[in-house]
């Protein structure tokens, strides 16, 4: 055989492939860089040097340079006229332009530091030629999120991981969560951010989606009041937030083209009531249209959602920006009334412009999302030349973190255990003991500069940490060093870090027993964007933990002594086959950076517990009526997904709970559904104890102009200083139509209230409030006559009720 001949054509081949394989990877990084990162040379601001002249003793900024004091420069006139003023001069070039942003190299710190704010993840583009500057947008719902690490400087840019949003709503506590805010809204101000976008209000459907962490509630009225009172305070700052993601993105699976088929009662009553609250509670600057579909349409290119019911029905006033890389139609998008698209792409921008020559898409709708964009940019601190110092306050602000983490954990179960007294030596049992979670992955994570893990926050105060058990888990962790690496940069936004659990065999925990007071067992969980959680050895315990749990309690209940579990998780798990086991349960959720430190508040009793479930731990996954229609397998997303577009695929192939999801359940998501189906739960809505106890007595009720005033006196009668969250449910029981059994219409947390000392609280509710979405003729309608007013301290604890009449 000829070798030679043989080995010369292999030899082309190779070379051939090698050099289509170069000429593929130059196409597509010259894609890439012209389509995402880099296209914006035009329009760059570097050469804008504003001058400064005095117009009638006042100093201002000549921002078009033409030597006089145009409306739009002149911050005495209104907005309105402002922008208006603004937006007459701007070319439609210039116009186009503003409706979409700069791309992705802000986001992922490929800019100038010293231009730029690295890691801010979206823009506004400038208007050089009339001096109008970029506008910065960033993440995220725990706190904000930009690069901490800049080129050739030695100062850092670290941000404070707040607690996830669950345990917010796990506070029931508004003033609490607006004064989270108002620390988060600080350190975009000082850090150059204009807006947050943040805070992420879908409803929990259902316990596996995988974003449920930075999510508040199953129901609307606390998700809307949270949302509210963290918008106002974030704003109060004079920085915007950006409420996400309009609406009922409520799975990660396939999330970018997911149909959501729903009823219009369901998106009324429950997906759409939270946003709606927000809206009229706090006016936030700027809106997210979510990526998903809703029968049939993206959101955001659904004319019905962005202006028939935000605008027209709600009266909302800022802009409606895309979620990242989201829909697939630009034009339809401006049209539908999603004025920006988010982080914008030389593709969109090239659809916009043909889009308009051909007349298919109106120098009307171009002008309407314009000048929504201006209003937003002349109320921008950028636009005020606000001197940011790169220096929040970081020590004040963890101790608000700290506070606020403590205030919504959920004390789930304490029999004659918390708060810990003549303990002092401490077992730690569990890897994530040592490895606490702060806060769940994606764009919901904040780069903080360090978190608290639980065994720093017990030794902060004093605790010993048992030799015997951290000596065993730091021999798994050396055993086991390549599963304990953090994913780093892109790859940790959607890869949660989930270290495995320690197997403990009989005789170290009996080891473990005989020298240390108490076992404090952690669970772990962690997931995050672009994925959904699944059942097994997530939603229920592995079996490794399960046992980890079951031979802890054994070997420390044979020597009297007693077990502690802490839940370190940012989405529901199934409780209900272990809870008897262990003598107390925290749920300590995502802490946040102080999450360590939290918990040993909590545990030693320097902060007695009043946090409630935002929502139910069911018995059973399947309990949720939702799960029928969710999806179980977990795929997750791949980046290209993000980066190539959207479609739906076609009818034919289209399946069931990726593609779409049928919301079958209706209105019956999370206590709605179980109280209606009589559905036992492992704890349910509203639950959560205190180291003291309440007694609620003296309900009065007054119906006045359409309004229900409601008052109680709440007691402590326990022992302890405490916090108490008082729930008031409402029920129509001869209801003429199909009606959840009572739904939650307003709640309210005490002050610290001393033991023997009583408080009165208050409440008022519209009237209105009690309406149902009526599918017939497409309104609210309230049903006439007699409804139950009922005040509680869990769904499934009503203290006191009365009927009123309407
Ligand atoms: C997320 C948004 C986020 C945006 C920017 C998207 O992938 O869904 O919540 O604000 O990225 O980071």
């Known amino acids: 055989m000829n070798k030679k001949k043989y080995f010369k054509p292999g030899l082309k081949v190779l070379l051939s492939i090698l050099v289509l394989l170069i000429v593929a990877v130059v196409i597509g990084v010259l894609y890439i860089n012209s389509t995402f990162l880099n ?326 709708s171009i002008d309407t999302a314009v000048k929504r964009i201006l209003k937003l940019i002349l109320n921008s601190k950028k636009m005020q030349d606000y001197a940011y110092d790169n220096n929040p306050d970081l020590k004040g602000h963890a101790l608000i973190a700290r506070q606020a983490a403590a205030e919504g954990m959920v004390l789930l179960k304490n029999q004659n255990t918390l708060p810990l007294s003549n303990v002092k030596n401490v077992a730690m049992i569990g890897v994530t003991s040592y490895d606490f979670i702060a806060g769940g992955t994606g764009s919901g994570d904040v780069n903080e500069a360090y978190t608290v893990s639980l065994e720093e926050g017990l030794k902060n105060i004093g605790f010993e940490i048992n030799k015997t058990a951290k000596d065993a888990f730091e021999a798994f962790k050396k055993a086991n060093s390549e599963a304990f690496e953090k994913p780093e940069g892109m790859k940790s936004m959607f890869t949660p870090y989930t270290p495995p659990e320690m197997n403990y065999s009989d005789e170290l925990l009996k080891q473990c027993a005989a020298s240390t007071d108490i076992a404090i067992i952690t669970i772990g969980r962690n997931s995050g964007e672009g994925g959904d959680r699944v059942e097994k050895d997530d939603f229920l315990l592995s079996n490794n933990e399960t046992e980890m749990i079951d031979k802890t309690c054994t070997a420390f209940h044979a020597l009297g002594k007693k077990v502690v579990v802490v839940l370190n998780i940012g989405g529901v798990i199934e409780t209900n086959s272990w809870k008897e086991m262990p003598d107390a349960i925290l749920l300590a959720w995502q802490g946040g950076q102080e999450s360590g430190n939290a918990v040993a508040d909590i545990l030693s009793g320097k902060v007695n517990p009043s946090g409630k479930l935002p929502m139910t731990f069911p018995i059973h996954l399947k309990d949720h009526a939702s799960t029928k229609n969710f999806p179980l397998v977990g795929t997750k997303m791949s980046i290209t997904d993000m980066l190539f577009g959207n479609k739906q695929k076609p009818k034919e192939e289209q399946i069931k709970n990726i593609d779409y999801t049928v919301y079958e359940e209706g209105i019956y998501i999370g206590y709605r559904y179980f109280d209606k189906n009589k559905t036992d739960v492992a704890y349910p809505f509203g639950y959560g104890l205190s180291y003291t106890d309440f007694k609620y007595s003296n309900m009065e009720t007054v119906v006045l102009n359409d309004t229900i005033n409601i008052k109680l006196s709440v007691s402590n009668v326990g022992n302890l200083a405490g916090k108490d969250v008082v729930q008031v449910y409402v029920s129509k029981p001869d209801t003429k139509i199909d009606r959840p059994v009572k739904e939650l219409k307003a709640f309210a947390k005490s002050l610290l209230i001393e033991p023997g000392d009583t408080v009165e609280m208050t409440f008022r509710i519209p009237s209105s409030e009690l309406a149902y979405w009526n599918e017939d003729n497409s309104t609210w309608t309230l049903e006439k006559g007699s409804y139950t007013i009922q005040l509680a301290s869990s769904s499934r604890d009503i203290r006191l009720s009365t009927e009123i009449d309407i």
């Open 39 to 364: 296209f914006e040379k035009d329009y760059a601001e570097d050469d804008v040097h504003i001058q400064k002249i005095s117009v009638d003793g006042k100093t201002i900024l000549d921002r078009n340079g033409n030597g006089k004091l145009d409306v739009y420069e002149d911050d005495r006139q209104s907005i309105e006229a402002r922008a208006n003023d603004l937006s007459s001069q701007m070319t439609i070039e210039e116009k186009i332009h503003l409706l979409k942003g700069s791309g992705m190299k802000s986001g992922l710190s490929m800019g100038d530091p010293k231009k730029g704010i690295p890691g801010a993840v979206g823009t506004i583009v400038p208007t050089p030629r009339l001096g109008i500057p970029t506008v910065y947008l960033s993440d995220g719902p725990a706190g904000l999120r930009i690069e901490p690490i800049r080129e050739n400087d030695n100062k850092t840019y670290y941000c404070t991981a707040f607690p996830i949003a669950t345990l917010l709503a796990s506070s029931w506590n508004t003033d609490l969560v607006k004064n989270v805010g108002e620390a988060m809204g600080n350190e975009a101000l000082e850090y150059g951010i204009d807006v947050i976008l943040a805070p992420g209000v879908n409803i929990h459907r259902n316990p596996l989606c995988g974003r449920n962490f930075e999510y508040y509630s199953e129901d609307p009225v606390l998700t809307g009041n949270m949302g509210a009172a963290i918008v106002n305070g974030i704003e109060s700052n004079g920085v915007g937030t950006s409420i996400k993601h309009f609406v009922a993105n409520n799975q990660e699976t396939n999330r970018f083209n997911n149909d959501v088929r729903i009823s219009e009662r369901a998106l009324r009553e429950i997906y759409l009531k939270g946003f709606e609250i927000i809206i009229k509670k706090s006016q936030p600057w700027s809106i997210m249209s979510s990526y998903n579909l809703v029968n049939g349409t993206y959101t955001s290119e659904n004319k019905y959602l962005l202006t028939n019911v935000l605008r027209d029905d709600w009266g909302f006033e800022g802009i409606v920006m895309t979620d990242w890389f989201g829909g697939n139609d630009a034009p339809a998008q401006i049209s539908a009334g999603n004025d920006l698209l988010e982080p914008g792409t030389k593709r969109q921008w090239k659809a916009l412009e043909k889009a308009y020559e051909n007349e298919e898409l109106s120098e009307e």
